[in-house]
T-cell receptor
Framework: AQSVTQLDSQVPVFEEAPVELRCNYS??????LFWYVQYPNQGLQLLLK??????LVESINGFEAEFNKSQTSFHLRKPSVHISDTAEYFC????????????FGSGTRLLVRP | NAGVMQNPRHLVRRRGQEARLRCSPM?????VYWYRQLPEEGLKFMVY????????ESGMPKERFSAEFPKEGPSILRIQQVVRGDSAAYFC?????????????FGPGTRLTVL
């Protein structure tokens, strides 16, 4: 069975500092990888995704994630965070033969302090 | 273009009552998905529906839970005879298609509390 692990339930960081949110997955078959963000009182929004090709994917607001097949990881990074990045971040995978079925990690709350 | 709408946002029920959760997909989206998030856990897939059809209900509990997406109107997730363990956040998502390039857009969720 497939699973996604986000070891850090909360990551506090000061504004303008770099941050890395960790995500590891377990699967015996190839997967697609996603990061979703949830701002307070809102639905989840797709931040970025890896389907194929370059292992480094970027979002429009400065986040990036790198697919590492040997480490089965898809960590999310940002070199300098803003207060507005405070949110819950969910890592997810889906299988190629049922790509609509997202399998989520338990989420990491990023708390950016001034 | 309005996003995915869910109502109610908060629902309180006593044990044994019925809960009805509604989801209106984004305009132009004919694919709807329901996920459940138990406390301290990630979202878990429940069911995938297209208009008038259940495509995959592999994540639905075998009893008391049902879902529909009629030709007209919102998708409904129905929980009969609720128990305390049903307390969770229920999220709906929609997409224009089921391909990997069809992003799922999520609603804000309905938080169900069973007393």
């Amino acid at each position: 069975a497939q699973s996604v692990t986000q070891l850090d339930s909360q990551v506090p960081v000061f504004e303008e500092a770099p941050v890395e949110l960790r995500c590891n997955y377990s699967s015996s078959v190839s997967v697609y990888l996603f990061w979703y963000v949830q701002y307070p009182n809102q639905g989840l929004q797709l931040l970025l995704k890896y389907l194929s090709g370059s292992t480094l994917v970027e979002s429009i607001n400065g986040f990036e994630a790198e697919f590492n097949k040997s480490q089965t990881s898809f960590h999310l990074r940002k070199p300098s965070v803003h207060i507005s990045d405070t949110a819950e971040y969910f890592c997810a995978v889906s299988l190629m033969d049922s790509s609509y079925k997202l399998i989520f990690g338990s989420g990491t709350r990023l708390l950016v302090r001034p | 273009n309005a996003g995915v709408m869910q109502n109610p946002r908060h629902l309180v029920r006593r044990r044994g009552q019925e809960a009805r959760l509604r989801c209106s997909p984004m305009k132009g989206h004919s694919h709807v998905y329901w996920y459940r998030q138990l406390p301290e856990e990630g979202l878990k897939f429940m069911v995938y529906l297209q208009k008038e059809n259940i495509i995959d209900e592999s994540g639905m509990p075998k009893e008391r839970f049902s879902a529909e997406f009629p030709k007209e109107g919102p998708s409904i997730l129905r929980i009969q005879q609720v128990v305390r363990g049903d307390s969770a956040a229920y999220f709906c998502a929609s997409s224009p298609g089921q391909g990997i390039t069809d992003t799922q857009y999520f609603g804000p969720g309905t938080r169900l509390t069973v007393l």
